[in-house]
């Protein structure tokens, strides 16, 4: 083997982190055309730079074969079990449902929530349409099965009967059909026989 085409050799694949002995059996196998006693400057560094390249890709493929391997079995590649990204640890099942469950009362509370908004609107808009006066509905709660609109136009008419409202147009419509339905089951029962 040349001496000169080994130091060059191991010149060009110092960072490669092969060991001198591999480097002296490739140099031995792919320089065996170069004379140990050769002086070809030429020669020699084209030879060196073509065990260096195979150098290279000889370590690149080993690094890449020992990264793929399982330490547990030397034998097999490393097969990907998961297709997950790693850092992204599994979320454990009851942590899952909780999350689930939290959600869904979330959820629930937020409907609850528009619910009553749209009643509390809706009572607030038949107070308004009724011209009912404020010192009335202070603490004034319609039962939830109750419409809005009828159960104020009742108190109108109410404070209308009670002469604690004036009437309007609309309140004395409304008490003239109050009293023309009240004559007519009144009448109704009346005749009907029992």
């Known amino acids: 083997m040349n001496k000169t085409l080994f130091d060059k050799v191991k010149a060009k694949c110092k960072d490669t982190g092969l060991s001198e002995k591999y480097l002296k059996a490739i140099t031995e196998k792919m320089g065996g055309s170069i004379e140990d006693d050769s002086t070809d400057e030429t020669a020699i560094e084209a030879i060196a730079n073509q065990i260096a390249e ?5 370590q690149g493929e080993a690094t ?3 990264n793929k391997k399982d330490p547990k079995d030397p034998k097999e590649p490393k097969e990907p079990k998961d297709t997950k990204d790693p850092k992204e640890p599994k ?3 009851d942590e899952k449902d ?3 469950k939290a959600l869904e009362e979330k959820l629930a509370k937020l409907d609850a929530d528009q619910v009553k908004n749209a009643r509390a609107a809706a009572v607030q808009a038949a107070i308004s349409k009724h011209k009912i006066p404020e010192w009335r509905t202070k603490g004034l709660s319609v039962p939830d099965d109750e419409d809005p609109d009828t159960y104020m136009a009742s108190i109108k008419q109410d404070l209308i009967t009670q002469n604690l409202m004036p009437a309007d ?3 004395a419509k409304a008490t003239n059909e109050k ?5 007519a089951d009144s009448l109704l ?5 029992k």
């Open 54 to 58: 195979v150098s290279v890709e000889t």
């Open 64 to 66: 890449r074969w020992a």
């Open 91 to 93: 979320e454990p099942e």
């Open 98 to 100: 909780a999350r689930i």
């Open 169 to 171: 147009a609309e309140g």
């Open 179 to 183: 009293a023309i339905d009240e004559a």
């Open 189 to 193: 029962e009346s005749i009907t026989v």
